[in-house]
C-alpha cells in the first residue's frame, strides 16, 4: 500500500460456511486444466455492477446463509442474486437496491429465502490480490479459499456515495422451470428415446450441489449411453449436463473441471444458467432441447448484457403508479413531509 | 487425415474433433490445428483450448459468429500448415522409482509384461508428448507408451495419490497435480510441482511440450523435495 492513504476495509464478524470472493473469473486457461470459475450466478455480478455504476468487480457470494459484516468507510452496496433476510440496525436492507451503508454500521444477512447463491457487492470493490488477472477464489485449483469470521478484506473507496439509489427489477430465476438445453458435442451418443425421456422427466435439485455442479434427482431408470461405450474424456463448459456411471445427471457450474470424462446430454443455455444455479434443493426442473439456431440467437456478451442492465436501473423515486394509497396522501394542501421515502 | 467432426460447445463455441477414441495421430492433429488457429489469429476468437482428440475455438458472439467461425475452421482444416508441429520444449524430470517412492511398481510392470528393471528402462529412454492437460489444473497426461503398457486403471482408487506421483496407465502417464483419489497406478515419485497457482507462471507445462524423465535414487529425490531453490530438479531446454 503506497503513502498513507488507506484503502477501506470490510470486517467479516460472522460468516456462512460457504462464502467466497468472486468476479466473473479468469477466462483463458482451459488448455492448462484451470477452468474459468469465477460467480455460479454470473448475472448476479453483472446486475451489481449496473446498479452501482462500476464495472464488474468482486463481491462476496454466500451460498445459502451470509454473516454479519461492516465497513470502516460509508459505502455504497447492493444485494443481488438470491433473495437473503438482510438488515442494516433494524431496517431491511432491500434486494437488488443501492444501499449506503455508513461506517461502523452492522449489514445482517441470514440465509437464502429463495435461491443458492446470494451477492454482497461494494461500490469501490473489493480488492484483494489478483491471480491471474482475477480474484475469484477457485476451491478446487487452491486458489483463495472459503472466509472466515475474523477476516478483514481490502475495500476500493466508493466515489459517489451521494449518489442516487436505484433499483433493478429483474425476472425471478429461484423458482426452477423449464431450462433450454443447446446440442452438444456428445448429444448423438444417445439414442432418441433417451433424449425424449430426459425432455419429458421432472427433475428436483438435489442437496448435493456446489460451486461445481449440481445433481438433479428423478424418478425413474438413469440416462445412460447405449451398451458400455466408453468415451475419450473431452473438453467441457459450464452448462454441460454430465451423467456419471449410473446416469443421474448433473449440471456442471464455473468451478468444474475442463475436461470430463462422462458423456454429456447437451448444454444449458448460459442465459438460464442462473436459474439452475439459484434453484434451492427440492426446486422442479425440466429441460426443453432447442435448436443450434434458436441457443445461438440468446447468444450475448458480458458487455452488451451490462449495457441492458444499466439501461434497467430506476432511479428510487416514487412513481405515482407505485403509490397503492394515492389517495390517502393529502395531495391538495401539500403537506406530506418533504422527506417521504 | 481422420475424418473430423466440427460440432457446438456452448454458444460461444466450435468443437473440432478428430477422433473419436485417443490415438497418437488425433491428438498430434489437435496439436497442431490449435497451433494454426491460433497462428491464423481469427477476428473474435477468444480461447483456443485442445484436449486429447479435439480442439475448441471460443468466440466472443458481439465481433463474430457461429457461421464465420466455422468457415475459416473448415478452411484451416483444408490446407494444414506445412510448419513444423514437433516440440517446442523439452522437460528431463527425477523420479525416484525406490519401493518407497513406487507402491505399484511391480504390479504394473507384471500387468505390462515387463520386469521392474525393464519398466524403469522403457519410462526413462523414451520421449514423452504433454497430449492434454486437465482434470487438475496443470496437470499433464504424457503419450503415448509402447502398446504392452495399454494397462486398465484399477477398480478400487488410491484414496490419496500424493501431488508429485507418476502414475501410469492406458499407455500414458501423469504426474499427479494435486494429492486426489485415482484409479492409475502409483510408479514413481517426482519432487516437481506441474502448477504452482502463486508463482508468476502457475503452470509448467504447455500442450505439446516433450518430456523425459530420469531416474534418482530416493535419497536424492528426499534432497530435491527439501530444496526451494528448484522445482523438483527438473529442467526444461527450449528446442530449435
Keep these: 500500500m503506497q503513502g498513507t492513504v488507506l484503502m477501506p476495509t470490510l470486517t467479516i464478524h460472522s460468516i456462512g460456511p460457504g462464502v467466497t470472493v468472486q468476479d466473473l473469473g479468469r477466462p483463458g486457461w482451459t488448455v492448462q486444466g484451470l477452468s474459468t470459475g469465477g460467480a455460479a450466478d454470473r448475472l448476479a455480478i453483472l446486475e451489481a455492477a449496473a446498479l452501482l455504476g462500476t464495472p464488474p468487480q468482486a463481491g462476496l457470494e454466500m451460498m445459502g446463509f451470509g454473516g454479519v459484516y461492516s465497513t470502516d468507510t460509508d459505502t455504497r452496496i447492493v444485494l443481488t442474486g438470491a433473495h437473503m433476510q438482510a438488515t442494516i440496525g433494524d431496517s431491511p436492507a432491500p434486494h437488488n437496491t443501492t444501499i449506503l451503508l455508513r461506517a461502523g454500521q452492522r449489514l445482517n444477512i441470514g440465509g437464502a429465502k429463495h435461491g443458492t447463491f446470494g451477492y454482497l457487492s461494494f461500490a469501490g470493490g473489493i480488492q484483494t490480490d489478483l491471480v491471474l488477472e482475477s480474484r475469484s477464489t477457485h476451491l478446487t485449483a487452491g486458489i483463495g479459499a472459503v472466509l472466515q469470521t475474523g477476516t478483514t478484506l481490502p475495500l476500493g473507496t466508493d466515489s459517489d456515495t451521494t449518489s442516487a439509489p436505484k433499483r433493478l427489477t429483474t425476472d425471478d430465476r429461484t423458482t426452477g422451470g423449464t431450462i ?42 438413469g440416462f445412460s449411453l447405449d451398451g458400455a461405450l466408453n468415451i475419450t474424456s473431452d ?93 390517502s396522501y393529502q395531495l391538495i394542501s401539500g403537506v406530506t413531509a418533504g422527506n417521504d421515502p | 487425415m481422420t475424418e473430423h467432426e466440427i460440432c457446438p460447445l456452448g454458444v460461444d463455441g466450435v468443437l473440432v474433433r478428430f477422433a473419436r477414441i485417443l490415438t497418437d495421430e488425433a491428438n498430434s492433429q489437435a496439436l497442431a490445428f490449435r497451433a494454426q488457429v491460433i497462428h491464423a489469429e481469427l477476428l473474435g476468437v477468444t480461447e483456443v483450448a485442445s484436449s486429447l482428440t479435439s480442439v475448441r475455438v471460443g468466440f466472443d458472439p458481439q465481433r463474430t459468429n457461429r457461421a464465420d467461425i466455422t468457415q475459416h475452421i473448415v478452411d484451416l482444416l483444408e490446407r494444414p500448415e506445412k510448419q513444423d508441429s514437433g516440440p517446442r520444449r523439452l522437460w528431463r524430470i527425477p523420479v525416484a ?113 516433450a518430456v523425459e524423465f530420469c531416474a534418482v535414487a530416493d535419497s536424492e529425490l528426499i534432497a530435491l523435495q527439501n530444496r526451494t531453490d528448484t522445482n523438483g530438479g527438473a529442467t526444461c531446454k527450449v528446442l530449435c
Design chain 1, 180 to 221: 433450454r438445453v443447446m446440442p452438444g458435442p456428445q448429444t448423438a451418443f444417445f439414442s432418441d428415446d433417451t433424449k425424449a425421456s430426459f425432455a419429458q422427466t421432472t427433475f428436483v435439485r438435489s442437496p448435493r450441489g456446489n460451486r461445481q455442479g449440481v445433481r438433479l434427482d428423478h424418478d425413474g431408470a
Design chain 2, 97 to 209: 522409482f525406490g519401493p518407497a517412492h513406487a507402491p505399484q511398481l511391480a504390479q504394473a510392470a507384471e500387468l505390462a509384461g515387463v520386469t521392474q528393471e525393464q519398466a524403469v528402462k522403457e519410462i526413462t529412454s523414451q520421449r514423452m508428448r504433454v497430449i492434454a492437460l486437465g482434470f487438475a489444473p496443470g496437470q499433464p497426461y504424457l503419450g503415448m507408451l509402447p502398446p504392452h503398457w495399454d494397462i486398465p486403471r484399477q477398480s478400487e482408487l488410491t484414496p490419496k495419490m500424493p501431488n508429485g506421483a507418476l502414475v501410469v496407465a492406458v499407455r500414458q502417464l501423469i504426474i499427479f497435480a494435486a494429492d486426489a483419489p485415482t484409479g492409475w497406478r502409483h510408479i514413481g515419485q517426482t519432487a516437481f510441482r506441474v502448477y504452482q497457482p502463486d508463482a508468476p507462471e502457475p503452470f509448467a507445462f504447455n500442450p505439446g511440450d
Design chain 1, 235 to 327: 473438453l467441457i463448459v459450464p452448462g454441460d449436463i454430465q451423467m456419471t456411471g449410473e446416469g443421474v445427471p448433473y449440471v456442471l457450474l464455473s468451478e468444474c473441471q475442463t475436461i470430463g470424462g462422462y458423456p454429456r446430454i447437451g448444454t444449458v443455455l448460459p442465459a438460464d444458467l442462473p436459474k439452475l444455479a439459484q434453484a434451492a434443493p427440492g426446486t422442479k426442473l425440466r429441460f426443453a432441447f432447442i435448436s443450434l439456431a434458436d441457443a445461438d440467437a440468446t447468444a450475448v456478451s458480458d458487455t452488451t448484457l451490462l449495457a441492458n442492465l444499466r439501461k434497467d436501473c430506476q432511479p428510487m423515486i416514487r412513481d405515482p403508479h407505485d403509490i397503492v394509497d394515492l389517495l
